[in-house]
Protein backbone atom coordinates (compact mmCIF):
# COMPACT_ATOMS: atom_id res chain seq x y z
CA UNK A 1 0.00 0.00 0.00
CA UNK A 2 1.12 3.71 -0.11
CA UNK A 3 0.80 3.72 3.18
CA UNK A 4 4.13 2.42 3.84
CA UNK A 5 5.92 5.10 0.97
CA UNK A 6 9.09 6.40 2.37
CA UNK A 7 10.46 8.38 -0.27
CA UNK A 8 8.34 11.21 -1.94
CA UNK A 9 6.67 10.57 -5.38
CA UNK A 10 5.95 13.17 -7.64
CA UNK A 11 3.27 12.42 -9.90
CA UNK A 12 4.00 14.48 -13.33
CA UNK A 13 1.04 14.94 -15.20
CA UNK A 14 1.38 15.97 -19.09
CA UNK A 15 -1.34 17.49 -20.36
CA UNK A 16 -2.43 19.55 -17.21
CA UNK A 17 -4.89 21.58 -18.98
CA UNK A 18 -6.80 18.84 -21.00
CA UNK A 19 -10.79 17.78 -20.50
CA UNK A 20 -8.84 14.17 -19.36
CA UNK A 21 -6.94 15.50 -16.50
CA UNK A 22 -10.16 17.75 -15.31
CA UNK A 23 -12.43 15.81 -15.52
CA UNK A 24 -11.13 12.60 -14.87
CA UNK A 25 -7.56 12.58 -13.19
CA UNK A 26 -7.80 15.46 -10.70
CA UNK A 27 -11.10 14.24 -9.31
CA UNK A 28 -9.20 10.41 -9.15
CA UNK A 29 -6.28 12.09 -7.50
CA UNK A 30 -8.30 13.97 -5.00
CA UNK A 31 -10.81 11.13 -4.17
CA UNK A 32 -7.19 9.06 -3.39
CA UNK A 33 -6.16 11.64 -1.33
CA UNK A 34 -9.35 12.03 0.26
CA UNK A 35 -9.31 8.26 0.78
CA UNK A 36 -5.94 8.74 3.37
CA UNK A 37 -4.19 6.61 -0.17
CA UNK A 38 -1.89 9.20 -1.08
CA UNK A 39 -0.90 10.11 2.65
CA UNK A 40 1.46 13.58 3.02
CA UNK A 41 4.38 12.71 1.16
CA UNK A 42 3.10 13.35 -2.52
CA UNK A 43 3.38 16.18 -4.89
CA UNK A 44 1.52 17.04 -8.12
CA UNK A 45 3.32 18.56 -10.58
CA UNK A 46 0.77 20.08 -13.50
CA UNK A 47 2.12 20.80 -16.40
CA UNK A 48 0.82 23.10 -18.90
CA UNK A 49 1.87 25.63 -21.35
CA UNK A 50 -0.39 28.44 -20.37
CA UNK A 51 0.79 31.15 -18.02
CA UNK A 52 -1.11 30.14 -15.19
CA UNK A 53 -0.02 30.62 -11.20
CA UNK A 54 -0.69 27.62 -8.70
CA UNK A 55 -3.79 29.77 -7.66
CA UNK A 56 -4.64 30.14 -11.18
CA UNK A 57 -4.72 26.64 -11.87
CA UNK A 58 -6.17 25.30 -8.98
CA UNK A 59 -9.12 27.57 -9.21
CA UNK A 60 -9.91 26.11 -12.31
CA UNK A 61 -9.87 22.35 -11.10
CA UNK A 62 -11.98 23.16 -8.32
CA UNK A 63 -14.93 23.37 -9.60
CA UNK A 64 -14.24 19.87 -11.81
CA UNK A 65 -13.39 18.24 -8.71
CA UNK A 66 -16.51 19.73 -6.82
CA UNK A 67 -18.54 18.39 -9.33
CA UNK A 68 -16.77 14.98 -10.39
CA UNK A 69 -15.36 13.58 -7.10
CA UNK A 70 -17.29 10.37 -6.42
CA UNK A 71 -16.54 12.01 -2.42
CA UNK A 72 -17.30 14.42 -0.39
CA UNK A 73 -15.81 17.95 -1.12
CA UNK A 74 -14.71 19.79 1.93
CA UNK A 75 -12.95 23.38 1.83
CA UNK A 76 -10.76 21.80 4.54
CA UNK A 77 -9.76 18.85 1.98
CA UNK A 78 -9.78 20.35 -1.28
CA UNK A 79 -7.10 23.11 0.35
CA UNK A 80 -5.18 20.37 1.62
CA UNK A 81 -5.20 18.87 -1.94
CA UNK A 82 -4.34 21.80 -3.58
CA UNK A 83 -0.96 22.20 -1.45
CA UNK A 84 0.24 19.28 -2.95
CA UNK A 85 -0.21 20.25 -6.58
CA UNK A 86 2.04 22.78 -8.32
CA UNK A 87 1.56 24.39 -11.89
CA UNK A 88 4.82 24.21 -13.55
CA UNK A 89 4.94 25.83 -17.19
CA UNK A 90 6.63 24.34 -19.91
CA UNK A 91 6.77 23.72 -23.64
CA UNK A 92 7.71 20.36 -23.83
CA UNK A 93 8.27 20.44 -27.17
CA UNK A 94 11.62 22.40 -26.26
CA UNK A 95 14.16 20.37 -25.29
CA UNK A 96 15.90 22.95 -23.28
CA UNK A 97 12.74 23.08 -21.01
CA UNK A 98 13.17 19.79 -19.53
CA UNK A 99 15.87 21.37 -17.59
CA UNK A 100 12.84 23.57 -15.75
CA UNK A 101 11.30 20.30 -14.92
CA UNK A 102 14.80 18.93 -14.01
CA UNK A 103 15.22 21.83 -11.39
CA UNK A 104 11.53 21.41 -10.13
CA UNK A 105 12.11 17.63 -9.25
CA UNK A 106 15.25 18.73 -7.39
CA UNK A 107 13.68 21.76 -5.55
CA UNK A 108 11.09 19.00 -4.49
CA UNK A 109 13.15 16.70 -3.54
CA UNK A 110 11.07 13.86 -5.67
CA UNK A 111 12.80 10.51 -6.55
CA UNK A 112 10.15 8.29 -6.97
CA UNK A 113 8.31 9.32 -10.17
CA UNK A 114 4.38 8.71 -11.94
CA UNK A 115 4.50 10.31 -15.48
CA UNK A 116 1.15 10.68 -16.95
CA UNK A 117 0.88 11.46 -20.44
CA UNK A 118 -2.43 12.71 -21.05
CA UNK A 119 -1.25 14.07 -24.39
CA UNK A 120 -1.55 13.05 -28.18
CA UNK A 121 0.58 10.43 -29.07
CA UNK A 122 2.41 12.71 -31.39
CA UNK A 123 4.10 14.40 -28.24
CA UNK A 124 4.93 10.61 -26.55
CA UNK A 125 8.58 10.52 -28.31
CA UNK A 126 9.43 14.27 -27.99
CA UNK A 127 8.45 14.03 -24.19
CA UNK A 128 10.44 10.51 -23.88
CA UNK A 129 13.13 12.35 -25.15
CA UNK A 130 13.49 15.15 -23.36
CA UNK A 131 13.20 13.03 -20.54
CA UNK A 132 16.19 11.03 -21.14
CA UNK A 133 18.35 13.75 -22.18
CA UNK A 134 18.39 15.03 -18.95
CA UNK A 135 17.98 12.20 -17.14
CA UNK A 136 15.51 13.92 -14.98
CA UNK A 137 13.31 10.82 -13.59
CA UNK A 138 14.34 8.06 -12.19
CA UNK A 139 12.13 5.21 -11.14
CA UNK A 140 9.48 6.06 -13.35
CA UNK A 141 6.23 4.50 -13.47
CA UNK A 142 4.82 5.92 -16.78
CA UNK A 143 0.60 5.71 -17.88
CA UNK A 144 -0.08 6.06 -21.08
CA UNK A 145 -3.66 7.19 -22.69
CA UNK A 146 -4.99 5.12 -25.66
CA UNK A 147 -4.95 6.50 -28.31
CA UNK A 148 -0.77 4.74 -28.42
CA UNK A 149 -0.02 6.13 -31.62
CA UNK A 150 -1.73 7.70 -34.84
CA UNK A 151 -1.50 4.59 -37.08
CA UNK A 152 -0.63 0.73 -36.12
CA UNK A 153 3.14 1.44 -37.13
CA UNK A 154 3.62 4.30 -35.23
CA UNK A 155 2.18 2.75 -32.34
CA UNK A 156 4.44 0.24 -32.90
CA UNK A 157 7.56 2.47 -33.05
CA UNK A 158 6.65 4.49 -30.12
CA UNK A 159 5.52 1.23 -28.17
CA UNK A 160 9.11 0.16 -28.80
CA UNK A 161 10.91 3.65 -28.30
CA UNK A 162 9.10 4.34 -25.21
CA UNK A 163 10.16 0.86 -23.71
CA UNK A 164 13.50 1.97 -24.63
CA UNK A 165 13.74 5.04 -22.44
CA UNK A 166 11.52 3.87 -19.61
CA UNK A 167 11.64 -0.08 -19.51
CA UNK A 168 9.48 -2.38 -20.99
CA UNK A 169 7.74 -2.99 -17.45
CA UNK A 170 7.40 0.53 -16.19
CA UNK A 171 5.08 1.07 -18.92
CA UNK A 172 1.14 1.20 -17.72
CA UNK A 173 -1.25 1.53 -20.81
CA UNK A 174 -4.47 2.80 -19.59
CA UNK A 175 -7.88 0.79 -20.31
CA UNK A 176 -10.23 2.55 -18.16
CA UNK A 177 -12.95 0.10 -18.98
CA UNK A 178 -10.71 -2.41 -17.17
CA UNK A 179 -11.06 -0.23 -14.21
CA UNK A 180 -14.74 -0.23 -14.03
CA UNK A 181 -16.46 -2.15 -11.17
CA UNK A 182 -18.67 -4.13 -13.40
CA UNK A 183 -15.85 -5.68 -15.46
CA UNK A 184 -13.90 -6.65 -12.49
CA UNK A 185 -17.08 -8.05 -11.36
CA UNK A 186 -17.32 -10.83 -14.40
CA UNK A 187 -14.33 -12.36 -13.51
CA UNK A 188 -15.79 -12.85 -10.08
CA UNK A 189 -19.25 -13.91 -10.83
CA UNK A 190 -17.75 -16.62 -13.82
CA UNK A 191 -15.55 -18.10 -10.62
CA UNK A 192 -17.41 -18.13 -7.72
CA UNK A 193 -20.42 -19.02 -8.92
CA UNK A 194 -20.99 -23.28 -9.68
CA UNK A 195 -24.77 -22.22 -12.08
CA UNK A 196 -22.64 -19.70 -13.96
CA UNK A 197 -19.64 -21.40 -14.43
CA UNK A 198 -20.63 -24.35 -15.68
CA UNK A 199 -23.11 -23.06 -18.30
CA UNK A 200 -20.16 -20.52 -19.53
CA UNK A 201 -19.41 -21.75 -22.97
CA UNK A 202 -21.11 -23.27 -26.22
CA UNK A 203 -22.98 -25.73 -24.91
CA UNK A 204 -25.29 -23.55 -23.30
CA UNK A 205 -25.00 -20.10 -24.45
CA UNK A 206 -26.56 -19.06 -28.09
CA UNK A 207 -24.90 -15.56 -28.23
CA UNK A 208 -23.50 -12.71 -26.07
CA UNK A 209 -24.08 -8.68 -26.98
CA UNK A 210 -21.50 -5.84 -25.24
CA UNK A 211 -23.14 -2.73 -26.00
CA UNK A 212 -21.79 0.86 -24.97
CA UNK A 213 -23.99 3.67 -25.96
CA UNK A 214 -23.84 6.69 -25.19
CA UNK A 215 -26.82 10.03 -25.37
CA UNK A 216 -23.26 12.53 -25.75
CA UNK A 217 -22.30 13.39 -29.06
CA UNK A 218 -18.34 14.83 -30.01
CA UNK A 219 -18.79 17.87 -28.61
CA UNK A 220 -15.68 19.28 -28.22
CA UNK A 221 -13.52 16.70 -29.40
CA UNK A 222 -14.13 17.34 -33.39
CA UNK A 223 -10.66 16.99 -34.72
CA UNK A 224 -9.77 14.08 -32.22
CA UNK A 225 -12.54 12.16 -33.24
CA UNK A 226 -12.91 12.66 -36.65
CA UNK A 227 -9.69 11.03 -37.35
CA UNK A 228 -10.35 8.00 -34.69
CA UNK A 229 -14.21 7.12 -35.56
CA UNK A 230 -16.28 4.56 -33.25
CA UNK A 231 -13.75 1.59 -34.02
CA UNK A 232 -10.32 3.28 -32.92
CA UNK A 233 -12.08 5.13 -29.96
CA UNK A 234 -14.65 2.88 -28.40
CA UNK A 235 -14.28 -1.09 -29.90
CA UNK A 236 -10.12 -1.35 -30.29
CA UNK A 237 -10.22 -0.70 -26.82
CA UNK A 238 -13.01 -0.78 -24.14
CA UNK A 239 -15.07 -3.00 -25.93
CA UNK A 240 -12.82 -6.01 -27.34
CA UNK A 241 -10.94 -5.72 -23.39
CA UNK A 242 -14.56 -6.42 -21.87
CA UNK A 243 -15.02 -9.52 -24.80
CA UNK A 244 -11.72 -10.86 -23.48
CA UNK A 245 -12.63 -10.48 -20.03
CA UNK A 246 -16.30 -12.50 -20.83
CA UNK A 247 -14.50 -14.76 -23.28
CA UNK A 248 -11.49 -15.80 -20.95
CA UNK A 249 -11.50 -19.50 -20.91
CA UNK A 250 -9.74 -19.43 -16.85
CA UNK A 251 -10.98 -15.98 -15.34
CA UNK A 252 -8.41 -17.30 -12.80
CA UNK A 253 -5.47 -17.14 -14.57
CA UNK A 254 -3.03 -14.58 -15.59
CA UNK A 255 -5.00 -12.09 -17.18
CA UNK A 256 -2.66 -10.30 -19.76
CA UNK A 257 -2.44 -14.62 -21.14
CA UNK A 258 -6.19 -14.80 -20.67
CA UNK A 259 -6.94 -12.05 -23.04
CA UNK A 260 -4.16 -12.18 -25.29
CA UNK A 261 -5.48 -16.17 -25.87
CA UNK A 262 -8.70 -14.55 -26.79
CA UNK A 263 -7.80 -11.97 -29.04
CA UNK A 264 -5.48 -14.55 -30.96
CA UNK A 265 -8.29 -16.56 -31.72
CA UNK A 266 -10.34 -14.01 -32.96
CA UNK A 267 -12.00 -15.25 -36.06
CA UNK A 268 -10.72 -13.40 -39.12
CA UNK A 269 -13.76 -11.77 -40.98
CA UNK A 270 -14.40 -13.18 -44.48
CA UNK A 271 -17.76 -11.70 -44.98
CA UNK A 272 -17.52 -8.22 -43.62
CA UNK A 273 -21.21 -7.31 -44.69
CA UNK A 274 -22.32 -9.54 -42.53
CA UNK A 275 -20.21 -9.06 -39.75
CA UNK A 276 -20.08 -4.96 -39.48
CA UNK A 277 -22.33 -2.30 -39.67
CA UNK A 278 -21.15 1.05 -39.60
CA UNK A 279 -23.03 4.50 -38.95
CA UNK A 280 -22.81 8.31 -38.15
CA UNK A 281 -25.68 10.40 -36.33
CA UNK A 282 -27.67 12.87 -38.48
CA UNK A 283 -26.04 16.55 -38.45
CA UNK A 284 -22.28 15.11 -37.65
CA UNK A 285 -20.14 18.00 -37.44
CA UNK A 286 -18.05 17.58 -40.56
CA UNK A 287 -20.09 18.00 -43.28
CA UNK A 288 -19.05 15.36 -46.17
CA UNK A 289 -16.74 13.12 -43.82
CA UNK A 290 -17.73 9.42 -43.51
CA UNK A 291 -16.14 8.49 -40.11
CA UNK A 292 -18.27 6.52 -38.25
CA UNK A 293 -19.77 7.25 -34.60
CA UNK A 294 -21.65 3.78 -34.23
CA UNK A 295 -20.49 0.54 -35.12
CA UNK A 296 -22.28 -3.04 -34.39
CA UNK A 297 -19.93 -6.06 -35.09
CA UNK A 298 -20.79 -9.66 -35.19
CA UNK A 299 -17.59 -11.67 -34.11
CA UNK A 300 -16.52 -15.27 -32.88
CA UNK A 301 -14.17 -16.52 -31.31
CA UNK A 302 -12.89 -20.32 -32.80
CA UNK A 303 -11.87 -21.83 -29.92
CA UNK A 304 -13.23 -25.31 -27.58
CA UNK A 305 -15.33 -23.08 -25.59
CA UNK A 306 -16.88 -20.76 -28.12
CA UNK A 307 -16.78 -22.16 -30.94
CA UNK A 308 -19.56 -20.65 -33.70
CA UNK A 309 -21.22 -18.59 -30.68
CA UNK A 310 -21.62 -15.12 -31.92
CA UNK A 311 -20.15 -11.99 -29.75
CA UNK A 312 -22.34 -9.02 -30.73
CA UNK A 313 -20.77 -5.61 -29.93
CA UNK A 314 -21.98 -2.43 -30.57
CA UNK A 315 -21.38 1.50 -29.59
CA UNK A 316 -22.22 4.90 -30.61
CA UNK A 317 -22.59 8.71 -29.78
CA UNK A 318 -25.80 10.82 -29.62
CA UNK A 319 -28.04 7.26 -28.66
CA UNK A 320 -31.32 7.06 -26.88
CA UNK A 321 -29.99 5.77 -23.75
CA UNK A 322 -26.10 5.94 -21.81
CA UNK A 323 -26.45 1.80 -20.79
CA UNK A 324 -22.84 -0.26 -21.16
CA UNK A 325 -23.74 -3.91 -20.29
CA UNK A 326 -23.20 -7.51 -21.51
CA UNK A 327 -26.24 -9.57 -22.12
CA UNK A 328 -25.40 -13.53 -22.09
CA UNK A 329 -28.45 -15.14 -24.01
CA UNK A 330 -28.53 -18.66 -22.97
CA UNK A 331 -30.43 -21.44 -25.58
CA UNK A 332 -33.99 -22.09 -25.92
CA UNK A 333 -34.80 -25.09 -23.98
CA UNK A 334 -37.92 -25.29 -26.01
CA UNK A 335 -38.72 -22.72 -29.16
CA UNK A 336 -41.72 -21.05 -27.70
CA UNK A 337 -39.90 -20.48 -24.39
CA UNK A 338 -38.08 -17.45 -24.43
CA UNK A 339 -34.44 -17.99 -23.18
CA UNK A 340 -32.78 -17.30 -20.02
CA UNK A 341 -30.59 -13.70 -19.95
CA UNK A 342 -28.20 -13.26 -17.39
CA UNK A 343 -27.51 -9.21 -18.03
CA UNK A 344 -24.46 -7.59 -16.31
CA UNK A 345 -25.22 -3.83 -16.12
CA UNK A 346 -21.80 -1.36 -16.00
CA UNK A 347 -23.17 1.32 -16.18
CA UNK A 348 -24.91 3.54 -15.12
CA UNK A 349 -26.37 1.32 -12.85
CA UNK A 350 -24.60 -0.96 -11.86
CA UNK A 351 -26.10 -4.15 -11.49
CA UNK A 352 -27.19 -7.56 -12.44
CA UNK A 353 -30.21 -9.14 -13.43
CA UNK A 354 -31.70 -12.43 -14.48
CA UNK A 355 -34.58 -12.73 -16.75
CA UNK A 356 -36.07 -16.71 -16.50
CA UNK A 357 -39.32 -19.03 -16.83
CA UNK A 358 -41.13 -20.22 -13.61
CA UNK A 359 -45.56 -21.11 -13.76
CA UNK A 360 -47.43 -18.56 -14.09
CA UNK A 361 -49.16 -18.46 -10.71
CA UNK A 362 -52.41 -19.56 -10.10
CA UNK A 363 -52.38 -21.91 -13.27
CA UNK A 364 -51.61 -25.45 -14.02
CA UNK A 365 -49.58 -25.45 -16.75
CA UNK A 366 -48.63 -21.33 -18.02
CA UNK A 367 -45.28 -20.47 -18.04
CA UNK A 368 -44.27 -16.53 -17.48
CA UNK A 369 -41.30 -15.00 -17.80
CA UNK A 370 -39.86 -13.84 -14.12
CA UNK A 371 -37.25 -10.94 -13.82
CA UNK A 372 -34.85 -10.66 -10.98
CA UNK A 373 -32.79 -7.47 -10.27
CA UNK A 374 -29.76 -6.80 -7.71
CA UNK A 375 -29.04 -3.33 -8.15
CA UNK A 376 -25.51 -2.54 -6.76
CA UNK A 377 -25.33 0.94 -7.56
CA UNK A 378 -29.15 1.66 -5.80
CA UNK A 379 -27.37 0.75 -2.61
CA UNK A 380 -25.63 3.83 -0.93
CA UNK A 381 -22.73 1.88 0.90
CA UNK A 382 -22.12 -0.20 -2.13
CA UNK A 383 -21.65 3.25 -4.65
CA UNK A 384 -19.72 5.10 -2.00
CA UNK A 385 -17.48 2.62 -1.56
CA UNK A 386 -17.04 1.95 -5.15
CA UNK A 387 -13.92 3.37 -6.19
CA UNK A 388 -14.10 5.42 -9.89
CA UNK A 389 -12.21 3.42 -12.79
CA UNK A 390 -9.63 6.08 -12.82
CA UNK A 391 -9.24 6.44 -9.35
CA UNK A 392 -8.53 2.69 -9.00
CA UNK A 393 -6.46 2.70 -12.14
CA UNK A 394 -4.13 5.35 -10.87
CA UNK A 395 -3.60 3.61 -7.13
CA UNK A 396 -2.78 0.06 -8.89
CA UNK A 397 -0.07 1.88 -10.92
CA UNK A 398 1.36 3.65 -7.58
CA UNK A 399 1.54 0.05 -6.31
CA UNK A 400 3.48 -1.42 -9.10
CA UNK A 401 0.21 -3.39 -10.35
CA UNK A 402 0.41 -4.00 -13.27
CA UNK A 403 -2.20 -6.80 -13.67
CA UNK A 404 -5.08 -4.96 -15.71
CA UNK A 405 -3.23 -2.78 -17.75
CA UNK A 406 -3.00 -3.65 -21.15
CA UNK A 407 0.44 -5.01 -22.76
CA UNK A 408 1.72 -3.89 -26.07
CA UNK A 409 1.15 -7.27 -27.85
CA UNK A 410 -3.05 -7.36 -27.05
CA UNK A 411 -3.07 -3.75 -28.38
CA UNK A 412 -1.25 -4.77 -31.52
CA UNK A 413 -3.76 -7.65 -31.96
CA UNK A 414 -6.67 -5.70 -31.55
CA UNK A 415 -6.02 -3.36 -33.70
CA UNK A 416 -4.68 -5.32 -36.58
CA UNK A 417 -7.87 -7.13 -36.53
CA UNK A 418 -9.94 -4.00 -36.35
CA UNK A 419 -7.81 -2.19 -39.14
CA UNK A 420 -8.29 -5.25 -41.44
CA UNK A 421 -12.34 -5.24 -40.72
CA UNK A 422 -11.91 -1.23 -41.55
CA UNK A 423 -10.29 -1.87 -44.52
CA UNK A 424 -12.81 -4.79 -46.00
CA UNK A 425 -15.45 -2.49 -45.28
CA UNK A 426 -14.91 0.18 -47.34
CA UNK A 427 -13.02 -1.99 -50.62
CA UNK A 428 -16.24 -3.58 -50.35
CA UNK A 429 -18.19 0.02 -51.00
CA UNK A 430 -20.46 -0.75 -47.62
CA UNK A 431 -22.28 2.58 -46.55
CA UNK A 432 -22.14 4.46 -43.60
CA UNK A 433 -25.91 4.69 -42.06
CA UNK A 434 -27.65 7.79 -40.99
CA UNK A 435 -29.38 7.58 -38.17
CA UNK A 436 -31.67 9.96 -36.12
CA UNK A 437 -30.24 11.51 -32.81
CA UNK A 438 -31.49 10.17 -29.89
CA UNK A 439 -31.96 6.95 -31.53
CA UNK A 440 -30.44 3.60 -30.67
CA UNK A 441 -28.49 3.81 -33.68
CA UNK A 442 -28.73 2.19 -37.42
CA UNK A 443 -31.74 -0.17 -37.69
CA UNK A 444 -29.55 -2.13 -40.14
CA UNK A 445 -27.20 -3.45 -36.76
CA UNK A 446 -30.21 -6.22 -36.63
CA UNK A 447 -28.99 -7.43 -39.82
CA UNK A 448 -26.35 -9.17 -38.57
CA UNK A 449 -28.74 -11.37 -36.21
CA UNK A 450 -29.06 -14.74 -37.49
CA UNK A 451 -32.69 -15.23 -34.98
CA UNK A 452 -34.55 -13.31 -33.08
CA UNK A 453 -32.78 -14.44 -30.23
CA UNK A 454 -29.74 -12.35 -31.42
CA UNK A 455 -31.11 -9.16 -32.12
CA UNK A 456 -30.77 -6.34 -29.95
CA UNK A 457 -32.29 -5.70 -26.83
CA UNK A 458 -34.12 -2.07 -26.81
C1 LIG B 1 -13.28 7.31 -24.00
C2 LIG B 1 -13.70 7.70 -25.39
O1 LIG B 1 -12.18 6.44 -24.03
O2 LIG B 1 -14.37 6.65 -23.36
C3 LIG B 1 -14.92 8.58 -25.36
O3 LIG B 1 -12.62 8.40 -26.01
C4 LIG B 1 -16.04 7.92 -24.57
O4 LIG B 1 -15.37 8.89 -26.67
C5 LIG B 1 -15.51 7.47 -23.22
O5 LIG B 1 -17.08 8.86 -24.41
C6 LIG B 1 -16.57 6.66 -22.50
O6 LIG B 1 -16.13 6.44 -21.19
P1 LIG B 1 -17.16 6.22 -20.03
O7 LIG B 1 -16.32 5.84 -18.85
O8 LIG B 1 -17.89 7.52 -19.85
O9 LIG B 1 -18.07 5.14 -20.48
Same mark, same amino acid.
Given at each position: ?30 ? @????? +? ?49 ? +? ?13 ? $? ?29 ? =?????? *? ?12 ? $? ?42 ? $? ?15 ? =? ?11 ? =? ?112 ? @? ?10 ? @? ?5 ? *? ?50 ? @? ?33 ? +? ?8 ? =?
Amino acid at each position: MIGVQVSKIGITIFGSTGDLTYRKLMPALYN @LFSRG +LLKDNFDICAIGRRDYSNKDYTDIIRSWIEKFARLEVTEEKLLEFFDHINY +LKMDFTKEEDFEVLN $NYYKNNDIDNHLVYLAVSPTFFEEIAVGIEK =TNCIKN *PKIILEKPFGDSLE $NAAYLSKRLDSVFGKDNIYRIDHYLGKEMVRNILTIRTNNHMIS $NVWDKSSIDSIHISALE =TVGIDGRVSYYDE =TGALMDMVTNHLLQILTIVAMDDPLGNIHEQQYNVLKDLRPVEDVSKSMILGQYENYEVVGSDTETYAALKLFIDNDRWEDVPFFIRTGKKCDNREVEVAINFKRKFSDIDPDV @LIIKVQPTEGVY @LEFNIKT *PGEESGVTRAKMEFCQSCDDIFRQNTPEAYERMILASLEGDDSWFSKWDQIE @LSWKFIEELKRKYKEANLPVYIYKAGSSGPKESNN +LADTEDQRWR =T
